[in-house]
């Protein structure tokens, strides 16, 4: 958990995510009044994860964020794989 979450009764977990046999297996919940939000929750992990790489790789941070802004836009235009959404109560939680 991120270090200013812990003991906070005022924040609410709103995705988890794990790669399984090469696919992505994520947990969510609405969480927002807006869809719009998610947009921003997506940018705010996509910068984060172009930190790491400048930091861990030989991409720049500018690099790694346009690679993965360009995946994201070619996932939205042709998605390789639509996947499911089931509710919790569908998934014996």
Known sequence: MPPDVIGRDDATEVLRAFVLDGGLSIAFQRAFEEPDMWGLLLVD??????????RE?????????????????????????????????????
């Open 45 to 54: 992990i996509a910068r984060h994860a172009a930190r790491a790489y400048s």
């Open 57 to 93: 790789s030989s991409y720049s941070e500018e690099e790694a964020l346009a690679r993965i802004v360009d995946m994201f836009e070619a996932e939205i235009a042709r998605p390789t794989d639509m996947g499911t959404t089931a509710p919790r109560s569908q998934q014996g939680h």
